[in-house]
């Protein structure tokens, strides 16, 4: 987005937040440091709700859609919003009108008159940015079958604050070229970092994420051997062999194909030895990691779960001019 588009998009009262190869990278950059400094401004602080010095969300209401299930996404969007200063409401998918038939479209012109910003988690990325679209308040990805773009802030606020800039390090990806490596595929790009993604050839990341990757000249390979994706790395990350929209019948050739990208101690010892381990979680321990891998002296996987609420900070900030 360029400052033209962008003193647009706000005039407009939208600014959003689908994918991080379409923020710019001194916007990404302005929402971790803005996360950062908010986490450090509270930190020692015991009550989750009560709100920033500044609340500069005073008085905004989130809508936080979901069309799948989630955690870590529902508790730190909401947090977050109260810890601003505002407020959020939860639609269960399945309860909404779009279920039975009302567009997505309307639902976002709708919706766009009683809240001041929306965030979907849902399945085609295609709803989501015809949400974006017909949406006159900013609209937030919380997950697709495509990305996962918050996810990914957490991972590199929490990366940089163990050991410094990301820029110029090693990340390691093992087993599926999901949602989630894919926002890691832009966010190698756009944070100038080297992704090595070691994936089985029929489970490889999306060929338009590959070629947006090649044409921005991203650092991004993809190979078949863990071991050389490993080697030298500063972070290993993995994700669950089965994400919510895989389809229950393709459970077993998936897991056949993607044990030998399991992260074990073995595969730790390849990287760098002070390397971190990160995972979105839910974990499936035994399955894309071992327990001694999560629970090990280079695990980061509970302060990365933490971070999500610092970040979604900066997010929430960012899209609605705060920052
Ligand atoms: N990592 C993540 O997005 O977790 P939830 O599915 O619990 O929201
Ligand atoms: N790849 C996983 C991420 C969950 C946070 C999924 O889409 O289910």
Not at 60 to 80: C, H, N, P, Q, Y
Not at 295 to 316: C, I, M, T, W, Y
Request: charged letters at 25%; aromatic letters at 6%; one cysteine or more.
């Amino acid at each position: 987005m360029n400052a033209q588009e962008d003193a647009a998009g706000l005039a407009a009262g939208r600014r959003h937040f689908l994918d991080l190869n379409e923020a710019s990278s001194a916007d990404l950059r302005a929402i971790l440091t803005d996360s950062a400094r908010r986490k450090a401004a509270r930190a020692g602080w015991g009550a989750a709700a009560a709100p920033d010095e500044d609340a500069p969300l005073k008085g905004k209401m989130l809508a936080m859609i979901f069309e799948k299930s989630s955690t870590r996404t529902r508790v730190s969007f909401d947090l977050a919003m109260r810890q601003l200063g505002g407020a959020t409401m939860v639609l269960n998918g399945a309860e909404m009108q779009f279920g039975r038939g009302e567009t997505i479209a309307d639902t976002a012109r709708v919706l766009s008159r009683y809240v001041d910003a929306i965030m979907i988690r849902t399945f085609e990325h295609d709803k989501l940015l015809e949400l974006a679209e017909a949406a006159t308040v900013p609209v937030i990805n919380g997950l697709t079958d495509k990305t996962h773009p918050c996810q990914i802030l957490a991972d590199v606020l929490t990366f940089e604050e163990k050991r410094g800039p990301i820029r110029g390090k090693k990340v390691a990806w093992l087993g599926d070229g999901n949602n989630v490596c894919a926002s890691f595929i832009h966010a190698a790009g756009q944070l100038d970092f080297e992704l090595a993604v070691a994936c089985p050839a029929s489970l490889s990341p999306e060929r338009d994420v590959l070629d947006w990757a090649e044409k921005t000249q991203a650092r991004v390979s993809v190979t078949r051997d863990p071991a050389e994706a490993l080697m030298g790395a500063d972070l290993v990350v993995t994700d669950s062999w089965m994400s919510m929209h895989d389809p229950e019948h393709t459970r077993i050739r998936r897991h056949n194909l993607l044990s030998p990208y399991q992260v074990d101690e073995k595969a730790m010892q390849v990287a760098n030895p002070d390397a971190l381990f990160m995972h979105c979680l839910p974990a499936h321990r035994g399955e894309e990691v071992v327990n001694a891998v999560m629970d090990g002296p280079n695990s980061a996987v509970f302060d990365e779960a933490e971070n999500r609420l610092h970040a979604q900070k900066g997010v929430l900030t960012w899209c609605l001019g705060a920052i």
